[in-house]
């Protein structure tokens, strides 16, 4: 065979080592040859051998959909990494429904370098014209069965590991067998479910806590046979609670709301990839969610007990409120197994004043207050769960609803927007509140307010802004500013203005709500009454590594895709040398990770 018959391949593989190499050292900052020619390119490899082998006559339109396809897998990948800091797996193929809600941060995520990855496309027209007959594909027979023997051993080797973090797992051993191994491992745990367990007391002592029975508890019953009203808000986050801005409050409306209630500054979100519908399931279930895939995604439709069962069992009709299409995060299937009784979505809030994804917030919170008379009159007393959608990513507001007089450096900053953007939704909180109050309800009423996850993160986030939020905060903005959200219980008389610094996290609520309301529950939730207990110790799956955790002293950020692991003091955010104390806390953010699991896995597929 002549040498000239080769050519071709070489081209062709030479092409795609290339771009799998500018992937590694994207995303993962791979310094190491050896990896990118052992264990990342050899699975690429192998399915660019397939594509030639199915091919046959149309070797070169196949190559060139092949070499497109792996770079919109490339580029998706990057755009992903930059705005949720973490690796997308298969998993994430299943939130292709949800591109409407975030479709909108594309142009701002990519850069021009990006579409790089595409170059290829062009240059194998000039090879089409160049080689138009390649050589039979047994010249490179030896060249296959070298891929396959690679990726064999490669991929046995990964399936033997343990998946702690998706991103570092892929880093170590390679993309392609990170999705075979979560495949594998996701099938597998189905068959042989974990029977971690831990009692009510195992699970408070692993946070350091002595258990107290709930009925013990100096809050339970404080808010007994009152309504309750659970206001979810888009991206609020703890910072700009009490902040101003050119001598003007941010949330002067939530500030104004901390002289009568409980306000919790140090809780931490615990969201998974499905963000906002994760946050709905952890608060209405006190159970973590799956992490990198959506929760609501893998539900089996098993009913769960819930805030709103148990409250059901209490004379009280629920219902949840959001102005967003219900098939988004399969809320369809959400909604009944957490039970609500009444779903009001974009199909009944009226389409008027669209701003981004919906309905304003204003309209939201009319219809909410447009459907009270009817429920006073059903039920005795009312659930209502109410999730903000204004201030979404990317914050763009009509010159109408922007309430501030920014500073100029501050005009069409990221931080800029989302600032106008939460200070307009603090307006529509006054104003809710301000028509509980002058119908009689807020006396009569517990009502709950928090974030549900961090909107000032990832690559949308430019230095520029991170320099703003500096002056803005008075200190470099931390990964502790960015996952607190803010937490406050209020209602008429109930507290005094009252603020706690210790530390909780999303799965904190339920539990704290029902002792608040005085209902006793049986079945298990991972967090625990705010009220009652001083330590506690948090798991996080998104955002940060698998294996991270948020103790009352320390914050722990594990390896990923990039970074080594790092030891934070949680108060202060500086690094400590890793300890003993911290070994321990790594070992039992494991053992409570298992269990979370445990409890899980009863509801998912």
Not at 10 to 30: C, D, G, M, P, T
Not at 271 to 299: C, F, H, K, R
Not at 344 to 368: C, M, N, Q, R, T
């Amino acid at each position: 065979m002549k040498k000239a018959d080769f050519m071709p391949y070489v081209f062709i593989y030479l092409l795609l080592l290339i771009k799998v190499s500018a992937f590694r050292v994207l995303i993962f900052n791979e310094k190491s040859v050896w990896n990118i020619l052992l264990i990342e390119f050899p699975m690429w490899a192998l399915l660019l051998t397939i594509v030639l082998v199915i091919a046959r006559k149309k070797i070169w339109r196949a190559v060139w959909l092949f070499n497109f396809l792996v770079s919109v897998i490339f580029f998706t990948i990057t755009l992903y990494m930059r705005y949720y800091s973490t690796i997308p797996s298969y998993y994430d193929l299943q939130q292709l429904t949800q591109s409407s809600s975030v479709g909108g941060t594309i142009t701002m995520l990519s850069n021009p370098w990006d579409f790089l990855f595409f170059l290829d496309a062009v240059l194998l027209l000039f090879l089409v014209r160049r080689w138009k007959k390649p050589a039979k594909l047994f010249a490179i027979k030896y060249v296959a069965v070298g891929i396959v023997t690679i990726c064999a051993i490669t991929t046995v080797y990964a399936l033997q590991q343990s998946i702690i973090d998706v991103s570092y797992f892929a880093k170590e051993h390679g993309y392609l067998q990170s999705q075979v191994a979560q495949v594998y491992k996701r099938s597998t745990d189905s068959a042989h479910a974990s029977s971690s367990k831990l009692t009510e007391r195992e699970l408070e002592e692993l946070k350091g806590n002595t258990f107290v029975e709930v009925r013990d508890h100096d809050s339970f019953g404080v808010a007994e046979g009152r309504h309750l009203f659970v206001i979810q808000v888009e991206s609020l986050q703890n910072f700009v609670i009490g902040k101003t801005v050119n001598n003007q409050e941010i949330t002067p409306n939530l500030n104004q709301l901390l002289s009568e209630s409980a306000y919790f500054s140090n809780v931490f979100q615990q969201i998974g990839a499905g963000t906002t519908s994760d946050a709905e399931w952890i608060v209405n279930t006190g159970l973590y969610p799956q992490g990198m895939i959506p929760t609501s995604n893998s539900l089996s439709g098993k009913e769960a007990p819930s805030l709103a069962r148990a409250l059901k069992e209490n004379a009280y009709g629920s219902a949840t409120y959001h102005a967003d299409d219900v098939t988004f995060w399969n809320r369809d299937v959400l909604y009944p197994v957490i039970g609500y009784e009444e779903v009001f979505s974009s199909e009944d809030i009226p389409s008027i004043k669209e701003v981004g994804f919906g309905p304003a917030d204003e309209v939201l919170f009319d219809f909410v207050v447009g459907e009270l008379p009817r429920q006073l009159e059903t039920y005795e007393q009312i659930y209502a769960n109410i999730v903000t959608v204004t201030s979404h990513t990317p914050f763009e507001m009509p010159d109408t609803m922007q309430y501030l007089d920014l500073p100029s450096e501050y005009e069409e900053m990221y931080i800029g927007n989302y600032l106008q953007s939460i200070r307009y939704v603090d307006e529509q909180i006054g104003s809710f509140i301000q028509e509980l109050k002058d119908q009689g309800i807020y006396d009569e009423s517990l009502i709950v307010i928090l974030g549900d996850h961090s909107g000032m993160h990832g690559s949308l986030v430019t230095e520029e802004d991170r320099q703003l939020l500096s002056g803005f905060l008075g200190h470099e903005y931390s990964l502790k500013d960015q996952f607190t959200i803010p937490l406050l219980f209020t209602g008429g008389n109930l507290f005094d203005e009252i603020e706690m610094t210790r530390l909780g996290g999303q799965i904190d609520i339920m539990p704290t709500v029902l002792a608040l309301l005085g209902v006793d529950y049986d079945h298990p939730m991972m967090g625990h009454n705010l009220f009652q207990y001083k330590k506690n110790l948090l798991g996080m799956r998104y955002y940060l590594p698998g294996g991270s955790y948020i103790q009352s002293e320390q914050f722990y950020k594990a390896s990923g895709a990039k970074l080594s692991d790092v030891l934070y003091d949680l108060e202060t955010m500086e690094i400590r040398s890793k300890n003993s104390e911290a070994k321990k806390h790594m070992k039992d953010t494991e053992t409570l990770m298992n269990y979370a699991d445990t409890l899980l896995k009863v509801y998912t597929e």
